[in-house]
Nanobody
């Protein structure tokens, strides 16, 4: 009932920047949590950043000062601005959204993933 569409991944050189976006659509009443995880080849998925309704943000230590998460509530969209990218940031990035459906039930959805590759 909730679909997430991600975009913005690609290939970039170390030190470069990319901006990911993720838009939620469907029978959404409200969204209270939006975040990003990533999974590098051969590694477990790890949490990267999240933003909640109040606007408070949290980041994993490895991306603090380089990544910025933001949201556009009117568009049900979350962004991840990634600067000073490093080869170790190479991964498939997944957005994660939680909230309330129009019918009153909670929902949680994951995006399909977008590949980010950082060359050295």
């Amino acid at each position: 009932q909730v679909q997430l569409v991600e975009s913005g991944g690609g290939l970039v050189q170390a030190g470069g920047s990319l901006t990911l976006s993720c838009t939620a659509s469907g029978s959404i009443f409200s969204i209270n949590f939006m975040g990003w995880d990533r999974q590098a080849p051969g590694k477990q998925r790890e949490w990267v950043a999240n933003i909640i309704t109040s606007g408070n943000t949290n980041y994993t230590d490895s991306v603090k000062g380089r990544f910025t998460i933001s949201r556009d509530n009117a568009k049900n969209t979350v962004y991840l601005q990634m600067n000073s990218l490093k080869p170790e940031d190479t991964a498939v990035y997944y957005c994660h959204v939680r909230g309330l459906l129009l019918k009153g039930a909670d929902f949680g959805s994951w995006g399909q993933g977008t590949q980010v590759t950082v060359s050295s």
